[in-house]
C-alpha cells in the first residue's frame, strides 16, 4: 500500500496495510490503467466487491507515483464519505485536513465550498437554511389570502423547486426551461408529486408558481438549502480555482444530472482525469431524481476505459448463483461459503406441540439486528410488523419519511374516526386514479400511468393495514392512527442496522446495507412491479431483485447466516 507522506508514522501504517491486504487481479489492472494510461475510467462494480477500498488502494498508488498531484474521492452521501476518510487517514494517506492531496467529500460539500469563498466568506452558521424554500412560498403568499396559490399548492410546489433544482431545470445541460409548463408537470409525473388538481389551468397556475419561486431561490444568495449546494455553483458559474487531477465518483449510477455535472467541474482542465465508480446494475433511485441512464452517458462522453469489479466478498456462493442470470460476471472466490436460499409459504410461528423443522424460518428464530425482512412494497412489511410486535419481537419499519407522508396525507381531512378516514381515503383514491387517467388520454401517453397508480395504491394500503391494527387494539380514533404511525417508522443511521430490533424495509431502503439472514416477503407476487410498464421501469424492477437478493453477507454460523429466504 503506498505512502504519501515520509514520516515514519505513515510508513508504520503502510507496511502494515501492505502486510493485510494483496490486491486482486481485477484491482491490480485497475491500478495499472490509473498509473499506466492517461485514460478517463469507468468502474463497473457489482454488490459487495470493496469498491471502497479499491478506490482507496488506487488513489494511493497514484499519489506515490505522481507526487503532489491533486486527488478528491466523491462519496454519494456523508456516510460513505466518512468511511473513505476513515479509510484513507487509517492508511497513513491523509490526515483528513482539507489541504491534504488526497481527500474525501460528498459532493454537496465541495458545492458549499465553491459557494463559501463567493456568497459567505464570514462564514455565518445561519447562511444554511433547509426551509429557505418556504420562507419564500410564505413570503409570496402572504397577501393573497386564503385563495392564494402559493398558499394552497404549497407543498407541492416546494416538492417541486426541490426536484428541479437536482434535475438541473434552466441550466443548458437539463433542456428544461424555468417558465415551461411542461417542465413542471414532467417533474410532478415522475417523482409522484400529488398535485390534488382538475384542470389545465390550474397546472399552469402552479408552473407559474414553480417557476417564480424557483428563480428567486437561485437568485437568493444570502440563504441556500441543500439542494441550492449542487445547483448554485452550476447556475452561477463560479470557477473551481482548484481543481483535481484526478477525480473519482462513487455510486454514479445514482446521481442525480446537477450531481454529475458538479463532480465534471472538478476535473483539471488539460490533463485532469475522471474515475466513474458505480453499478449500472444497481440503478433503483429513477423515481427519485436519479440519472438512471447517466453512468452509461458518461462513460461514452468522457471516452472511458471500462474496468470489471466482479469478485464479491459478501455473498456466499448460493447468492451469487441466484444472480448470475442478471448479472454474468458477478463471481465469489473458490473459498467462500455455500450459503443457502430456502423457499417457504409462510413465515411459521414455533409452538412446542408443532415444532418447526430447522430450514425453516420462524418468528421465534428471528435475530435483531442480524436479520431483515424486505419487500418490494411498503404495506405488507407494516401487516407484519404488528404480528412480530404482537409476538413479543421487537420490530421497526425504515423509512420515518414514509411515515411523514402518510401523517400529511390523513391530515388533511381533519376526521376524528378510522371509519371517516378511510371513507375519505376511498374517495381520494377515486379521484386521483380518474386524473391519472385522464392525463394519459389528454397526452395520448399510457406508459407512466403504472407507477402513478401504484403509488396511490400503496399509500392507501399502507393506511388501511394500520387502520386495521388500531381497530383490533380497540380504538376507532384517527388520533390513533396518527401515535401508531409515529411509533412504527423509524430510520437507522446512514448505514448502520436499526439497534434492538428486527429491521423490515423495502428493497429500495436496504441498498448499501447487509444482514446475515435477508427474507424476501411476498417477493414473488410483487416483484417486478405489473405496473411497471416503461423500459427504464422495468429495468429498474429487475436491478431491484438483484440489489435485495445480494444484501445477504457470510458469517460464522452456516445455519443461519448466509440465508436468503423467500417467503410467500
Known amino acids: 500500500m503506498p505512502t504519501v507522506l515520509v514520516d515514519s508514522a505513515t510508513a508504520t501504517m503502510t507496511a502494515r496495510m501492505e502486510s493485510s491486504f494483496t490486491p486482486t487481479d481485477e484491482q491490480s489492472a485497475f491500478v495499472s490503467a490509473l498509473l499506466d494510461t492517461q485514460d478517463n475510467l469507468a468502474l463497473v462494480a457489482r454488490a459487495g466487491v470493496g469498491k471502497s477500498t479499491t478506490a482507496v488502494y488506487g488513489a494511493g498508488e497514484y499519489s506515490r507515483a505522481f507526487p503532489g498531484r491533486e486527488i478528491v474521492l466523491v462519496a454519494y452521501n456523508k456516510s460513505a464519505a466518512t468511511d473513505l476518510t476513515g479509510k484513507l487517514t487509517s492508511s497513513g494517506l491523509s490526515s483528513g485536513a482539507y489541504s491534504d492531496p488526497i481527500r474525501a467529500s460528498t459532493v454537496h460539500a465541495l458545492g458549499r465550498g465553491l459557494m463559501s469563498k463567493r456568497f459567505n466568506p464570514s462564514n455565518d452558521p445561519a447562511w444554511l437554511d433547509d426551509k429557505k424554500t418556504w420562507h419564500i412560498i410564505d413570503d409570496l403568499s402572504m397577501a393573497g389570502g386564503l385563495s392564494d396559490p402559493f398558499r394552497i399548492f404549497g407543498g407541492q410546489i416546494n416538492s417541486l423547486v426541490s426536484y428541479g433544482k437536482q434535475a438541473g431545470v434552466g441550466c443548458s445541460f437539463a433542456d428544461l426551461p424555468v417558465d415551461d409548463t411542461g417542465t413542471w408537470r414532467s417533474l410532478a409525473d415522475r417523482f409522484d408529486v400529488d398535485l390534488d388538481i382538475d384542470s389545465a389551468r390550474e397546472m399552469q397556475t402552479v408552473a407559474r408558481c414553480c417557476a417564480r419561486v424557483y428563480q428567486i431561490s437561485v ?27 484526478l477525480v473519482i465518483g462513487d455510486e454514479w449510477q445514482d446521481l442525480s444530472p446537477c450531481r454529475q455535472k458538479l463532480i465534471e467541474k472538478f476535473v483539471r482542465p488539460g490533463g485532469g482525469r475522471i474515475c466513474l465508480v458505480g453499478d449500472p446494475q444497481q440503478s433503483i433511485y429513477g ?43 458477478f463471481r465469489c472466490d473458490d473459498n467462500a461459503p455455500d450459503g443457502r436460499v430456502v423457499y417457504q409459504p409462510a413465515l411459521l410461528r414455533r409452538t412446542d406441540e408443532s415444532p418447526a423443522e430447522p430450514i425453516s424460518i420462524c418468528l421465534d428464530d428471528l435475530r435483531p439486528e442480524l436479520d431483515a425482512i424486505l419487500c418490494r412494497n411498503t404495506a ?6 404488528y404480528k412480530l410486535i404482537r409476538t413479543r419481537i421487537p420490530a421497526r419499519v425504515e423509512g420515518r419519511s414514509i411515515g411523514e407522508g402518510l401523517l400529511s396525507l390523513i391530515r388533511r381531512w381533519k376526521t376524528r374516526s378510522t371509519r371517516e378516514l378511510m371513507d375519505r381515503i ?16 389528454e397526452d395520448k401517453d399510457r406508459h407512466g400511468i403504472g407507477a402513478k397508480l401504484e403509488s396511490i395504491n400503496e399509500k392507501v394500503d399502507c393506511i388501511r393495514e394500520i387502520v386495521n391494527e388500531v381497530n383490533r387494539a380497540g380504538s376507532t380514533k384517527t388520533s390513533d392512527v396518527e401515535r401508531y404511525i409515529s411509533d412504527l417508522f423509524g430510520d437507522a443511521p446512514e448505514g448502520e442496522t436499526l439497534k434492538g430490533c428486527v429491521t423490515l424495509c423495502t428493497y429500495h431502503r436496504a ?3 447487509e444482514w446475515f439472514r435477508v427474507i424476501l416477503f411476498e417477493h414473488s407476487s410483487r416483484c417486478p412491479s405489473g405496473f411497471a410498464r416503461q423500459e427504464w421501469q422495468k429495468e429498474q424492477e429487475y436491478n431491484l431483485e438483484y440489489v435485495a437478493r445480494t444484501r445477504v453477507k457470510r458469517g460464522a454460523d452456516p445455519v443461519r447466516d448466509g440465508v436468503l429466504v423467500y417467503v410467500g
Request: include cysteine; hydrophobic fraction near 40%.
Open 219 to 245: 437568485n437568493q444568495t444570502d440563504k441556500i438549502d441543500f439542494n441550492d449546494m449542487i445547483l448554485l455553483p452550476l447556475w452561477h458559474r463560479i470557477p473551481v480555482r482548484y481543481a483535481k487531477d
Open 287 to 329: 423515481f427519485a431524481a436519479a440519472d438512471t441512464d447517466g453512468m452509461r452517458r458518461a462513460i461514452e462522453s468522457f471516452s472511458c476505459r471500462t474496468l470489471p469489479l466482479t469478485l464479491t466478498f459478501r455473498c456466499p456462493r448460493s447468492i451469487v448463483n441466484e444472480v448470475i442470470d442478471y448479472v454474468p460476471d
Open 380 to 385: 405488507p412489511l407494516i401487516s407484519l410488523a
Open 511 to 513: 441498498k448499501g446495507r
Open 426 to 441: 376511498s374517495e381520494w383514491a377515486e379521484r386521483e386514479q380518474a386524473k391519472v387517467h385522464a392525463r394519459a388520454i
